[in-house]
């Protein structure tokens, strides 16, 4: 059994910045590539970043630049800081691991007001 626990979503004004997390635990096993989705209300799930066991990230051009991901392999937990958040990136945010299998997180929502 592998449990995601997501933290760090919340209220911010355009412009500012948040930081969440996503700690794995259980059998996870060797995790490979970690990440981070998002859902607006009425659109799809869309892929935010992502990152390799390697160290090695990809992102969605709407937040190159302004979003940075990061992992932990020590402590099963990979970060989304975000800043210069503008009303476009309010969705709910959710943590995907791939290890044997995919697992993702319950989602925290966050709100940019503008």
């Known amino acids: 059994q592998v449990h995601l626990v997501e933290s760090g979503g919340g209220l911010v004004q355009a412009g500012g910045s948040l930081r969440l997390s996503c700690a794995a635990s259980?059998?996870?096993?060797?995790?490979?590539?970690m990440g981070w989705y998002r859902q607006a209300p009425g659109k799809q799930r869309e892929l935010v970043a992502v990152?390799?066991?390697?160290?090695?990230?990809n992102y969605a051009d709407s937040v190159r630049g302004r979003f940075t991901i990061s992992r932990d392999n020590a402590k099963n937990t990979v970060y989304l800081q975000m800043n210069s958040l503008k009303p476009e990136d309010t969705a709910v945010y959710y943590c995907?691991?791939?290890?044997?299998?995919?697992?993702w997180g319950q989602g925290t929502p966050v709100t940019v007001s503008s």
């Open positions: 990152i390799s066991s390697g160290g090695i990230s």
């Open positions: 995907r691991i791939t290890t044997a299998y995919i697992y």
């Open positions: 259980g059998s996870t096993g060797i995790i490979n590539v």
